[in-house]
């Protein structure tokens, strides 16, 4: 099956620093990424939309300037906390569909556990 | 406005039992439901995917099954192992499309030898 590669998996940062995720797809192309939350014991909740070549689409409630979405090519698509709070600390995971295909499948990364000191 | 909700919310069993996880959504008109397995600290895995048009699917030892009038789905696991231990979830689309997803809050089961 598909593959989503989702980096780092984990990382612990000072509070103010800002922090990278980056999400491949592997073996397919992805036009849309999709970006969700998960606080601890919480479900998963959508962030974020990103879309290749144009802006990012958030859902309510989150803040696009705290959190930068950039979807430069049909493979990655990478999430930027800025000035990272401990109340940002979370399990932050990317989700891709396969453009090329009529498939309704979401393919997930791995998650990154982000801890904000 | 969607929400799916999930019963229970954690289960410990012995090795061998069959199980029953529960999955509910307030709006019928969804376009399918997946159910998911999340390993502690982990991404994702798709178990089964039902259309909105079918009324179950099976997998292995599993099995899904899907009453869109009623707003249910159930998640059959037939003779739980040791292995099958995670947190399972169940999700529906947004409205319009079914690529964005809302997820219930999840089961955890925990099978011990």
């Known amino acids: 099956g598909a593959v989503v590669s989702q980096h780092p998996s984990w990382v612990i940062c000072k509070s103010g620093t800002s922090v990278k995720i980056e999400c491949r797809s592997l073996?397919?192309?992805?036009?849309?990424m999709f970006w969700y939350r998960q606080f601890p014991k919480q479900s998963l909740m959508l962030m974020a939309t990103?879309?290749?070549?144009?802006?990012?689409?958030?859902e309510q409630g989150v803040e696009k300037d705290k959190f930068l979405i950039n979807h430069a090519s049909l493979t990655l698509s990478t999430l930027t906390v800025t000035s990272a709070h401990p109340e940002d600390s979370s399990f932050y995971i990317c989700s891709a569909r396969d453009s090329g295909h009529h498939n309704e499948k979401l393919f997930f990364g791995s998650g990154t556990q982000l801890s904000v000191l | 406005k969607q929400e799916v909700t999930q019963i229970p919310a954690a289960l410990s069993v012995p090795e061998g039992e069959n199980l029953v996880l529960n999955c509910s959504f307030t709006?019928?008109?969804?376009?399918?439901l997946q159910w998911f397995r999340q390993d502690p600290g982990k991404g994702l895995t798709s178990l089964l995917l039902?259309?909105?048009?079918?009324r179950e699917q099976t997998s292995g030892r599993l099995n899904a099954s899907l009453d869109k009038s009623s707003g249910r789905s159930t998640l059959y696991i037939a003779a739980s192992q040791p292995g099958d231990s995670a947190t399972y979830l169940c999700?529906?689309?947004?409205?319009?499309?079914?690529?964005?997803?809302?997820f219930g809050a999840g089961t955890r089961l925990a099978v011990h030898p």
């Open positions: 073996d397919f192309q992805a036009t849309t």
């Open positions: 709006d019928s008109a969804i376009y399918n």
């Open positions: 990103s879309n290749e070549g144009s802006k990012a689409t958030y």
């Open positions: 999700a529906v689309p947004f409205s319009g499309g079914y690529n964005k997803l809302i």
């Open positions: 039902i259309q909105s048009s079918q």
